[in-house]
């Protein structure tokens, strides 16, 4: 499976192409354009989402609502324009302008702007969403939350995944701590990081690989998650690496013949493969780099130090990352499963993965001769 995302930040349209989808797969476009709200609405976003109103649109691959299992291609629709009309040649201390620059030689900031912006996650969201509901058809469920936004964090404190909460977090009073702490960063002008919990249940063991070490499935975690704007890193299962190995390691019961662990330290992955545990990531990201009230810079132009502009711009996108990085987890379990089931039928699909972790040790292939 190959997926490929084109367009500018502030260009007529952002374009997806989806490859290696199966056939026969009812898609559901409301879901996706839910999705996509999902990650306008967070708190903390900026202007530019009061002018976006981001509508998926199918022109391939899709015929009556079923997958034809041809390529799928997706617009999106660009409604802000940029702002930004005179050349710009003093970069951002953090974001991609000067280290863009020095790659492509191409004397107007705002061309890496265009790229380097995170506008580009709204074809990864509404890509991912079509692969989570191709894995909802499989049982397998994924959610996320927030768990710290500056200097506040959801710590030990009880979670509600039922609290309906404006930064995402499962926890009222530190989610109105959140907001508080949201607000005095906007008020100063400053900008905020923070980190998500996400997490996918029921996934058989087994998905994943190791004859090429990028089949691993925390090698494709990795790869992907690190290509979104901000993240700055990623840790699978618990994050207490004082832990000795008896502590960390998650030993095995049997219950009713079924293979159980009594915690699940490794985040549901050993070895690269998905061991029948919920996969569990913490995601970290940095504050945006476009501040309100600017760091110091240089200008490339005249080699002066100067400010750094300000640029239209969220105060903080962690709230509204969640569906990104559930979506892109979507991605990538559908692209490992596929993988191992193959990519032709969905109806065929489901009944290989259903029928895939039946407990049989000697199932017979295996013959005298070459043990």
Known sequence: ???????????????????????????????????????????????????????????????????????????????????????RSVPRPGHGDYSAYMRYKLPDLNIYTERNSARWTVVLTALGSIAKQFLELLNINIFGYVKSIGKVSLGNDKINLDYNSPVNCPNEKVSKLMIEEIDKAKKEGNTLGGSVKIIAQRVIPGIGGYSNIFDKMDSKIGKLFMSIPSVKGIIIGNDDFSLSGKEYHDEFYLENNTMNRKNNNAGGIEAGITNGENIDITVFLKPIPTLGKPLNSVDLKSLKETKAPYIRSDVTIIPASIVIFENALSLILMESILERFGNDNIDEIIRRYNSANIFNWDDGFWKDDIR
């Open 1 to 87: 499976m190959e997926y490929i995302i084109s367009g500018d930040s502030h260009g007529k349209e952002m374009i997806g192409t989806l490859i290696g989808i199966p056939a026969g797969m009812k898609i559901d476009i409301e879901k996706i354009n839910f999705d996509l709200k999902r990650r306008q609405i967070g708190y903390g976003r900026g202007k530019r989402m009061d002018i976006e109103n981001d509508k998926v649109e199918i022109i391939s691959g899709v015929w009556n609502g079923i997958t034809t299992g041809a390529p799928i291609t997706i617009k999106i629709e660009n409604k802000g324009k940029n702002t930004e009309k005179e050349t």
